[in-house]
């Protein structure tokens, strides 16, 4: 059974281009959450979907990200305009019901030049 | 505000002794306190977890204490590994819901 999978592991983005970020669930598994994480700190949470739906988006800047995880394919984190700001590590987590152990991927590393 | 204080910030322990990371929370709704082991360019593992029903929960070598009354929970590795070396995050959560994660403590276990 594969993992949470993240693609690409690696993004370079140069200042007011757009950062697409996917996260494949492991199979079964229908709710995902996203956080980002900082140098030296800990993950925070961004977002938290289900299948057509954002359940939870309150720590996402209003501006310049969006998320959605569709009904087929994998869930997209979106980054518009990046700023250097934006240069962190972003994870995605999955479980196959809300509660159950979040399993985390590897992680996209955005870097904005 | 942080939510989950995590300490310390690194820790260096000797083949074979014991490693002790400490959290406090302070939301007392949160009742989901799981522990997480990330390897460099590698995401969160999950390494152990405990609701507050219980004091102490133990897995091989890694055993989770907690306290409901200080809101403190803390992780103990016996027997350190070299291969223990890791960045360790505590973790809480209210329900079923979104984790708040602690700052991590960088273990280093000197062979």
């Known amino acids: 059974n594969a993992g949470v999978m993240q693609n690409p592991r690696h993004l370079v983005r140069r200042r007011g281009q757009e950062a697409r970020l996917r996260c494949s669930p492991m199979k079964g598994h229908s709710h995902v959450y996203w956080y980002r994480q900082l140098p030296e700190e800990g993950l925070k949470f961004m977002v938290y979907l289900q299948k057509e739906n954002i359940i939870d988006e309150s720590g996402m800047p209003k501006e310049r990200f969006s998320a959605e995880f569709p009904k087929e394919g994998p869930s997209i984190l979106r980054i518009q305009q990046v700023v250097r700001g934006d240069s962190a590590a972003y994870f995605c987590a999955s479980s196959p019901i809300s509660g159950i152990e979040q399993y985390f991927g590897p992680g996209t590393r955005l870097t904005v030049t | 505000q942080q939510q989950v204080k995590q300490s310390p910030q690194s820790l260096i322990v000797q083949k074979g002794g014991i490693s002790i990371i400490n959290c406090a929370y302070e939301?007392?709704?949160?009742?989901?306190f799981p522990w997480y082991q990330q390897f460099p360019g590698k995401g969160p593992a999950l390494l152990i977890a405990?609701?507050?029903?219980?004091s102490e929960k133990k897995e091989g070598r890694f055993t989770i204490s907690f306290n409901k009354s200080a809101k403190q929970f803390s992780l103990h590795i016996m027997d350190s590994q070299p291969g223990d070396s890791a960045t360790y995050f505590c973790a809480a959560s209210k329900g079923y819901s979104t984790l708040t994660f602690g700052k991590g403590t960088m273990l280093l276990v000197s062979p």
């Open positions: 939301n007392t709704a949160f009742d989901y």
């Open positions: 405990i609701r507050p029903d219980v």
